[in-house]
């Protein structure tokens, strides 16, 4: 199950370029909450608090209980953390949006997924494990939302594949994705490839011995 973290935000009434260059500057970052039958609400986060939690996180869908501090008063909001968009070449986080959510309503959340175990098409045979999802979306309830999905594929022989219907999820977590989906596959090992690459350098040293008996026949 995902930890629920903590992470304060303040308002946000300025909108436009200059107001969140505004906002950049004084070492927040910018975002909106919108969901759970409310209004969207612009608000902002410290950028320290943010690139901290992030930095701990397996993926960036992270719930998370947001405390929107507006004076002396403070409203706590369950939240998904659902975007972060980041800077192309920098990584800057520049944006994130919020998804309020409700304990007694599912929500849908990309997970990642990792494999466990080594496939005995793998270890006894050569094959190379192949990795086609490296996350895919799941449905549950806020508390039973998992940072990670991990798939056993040690039974994986040459040629087999596990499918999202494979895979174990953890109680009260249901796949959002489609069944056929492979998301792991054991191919056939590249070793007759190798050795046929290796023999064709013998082909351009008949061409050159033709072209030079051709040149002998010129000259008689």
């Excluded at 944006?95 to 006894?124: L, N």
């Excluded at 796949?175 to 050795?195: I, K, M």
């Amino acid at each position: 199950m995902s930890k629920q973290l903590k992470l304060s935000a303040r308002p946000r009434t300025e909108s436009g370029r200059n107001a969140v260059k505004a906002v950049r500057a004084r070492g927040a970052v910018p975002a909106v909450i919108y969901g759970a039958k409310a209004a969207p609400a612009n608000v902002e986060v410290d950028r320290r608090d943010i690139e901290a939690l992030l930095s701990h996180a397996v993926g960036e869908n992270i719930l998370v209980e947001l405390e929107i501090k507006d004076g002396p008063k403070t409203e706590s909001r369950l939240s998904l953390i659902q975007e972060v968009q980041h800077h192309p070449v920098r990584r800057d986080i520049l944006h994130v949006d919020f998804h309020a959510v409700s304990m007694d309503e599912e929500i849908e959340a990309e997970i990642p997924i990792e494999p466990v175990g080594e496939p005995v098409g793998v270890k006894t045979y050569g094959g190379l494990l192949q990795q086609s999802m490296r996350s895919f979306a799941i449905r549950c309830l806020p508390k039973d939302l998992p940072e990670i999905i991990h798939a056993n594929v040690s039974a994986l022989n040459i040629g087999e594949a596990l499918h999202v219907r494979d895979i174990q999820l953890p109680s009260g977590v249901t796949a959002a994705a489609d069944p056929d989906l492979t998301v792991f596959l054991v191919s056939e090992p590249t070793v007759a490839t190798a050795a046929e690459s290796s023999e064709t350098p013998a082909a351009p040293e008949v061409i050159k011995e033709k072209k030079a008996e051709a040149t002998d026949d010129a000259k008689k």
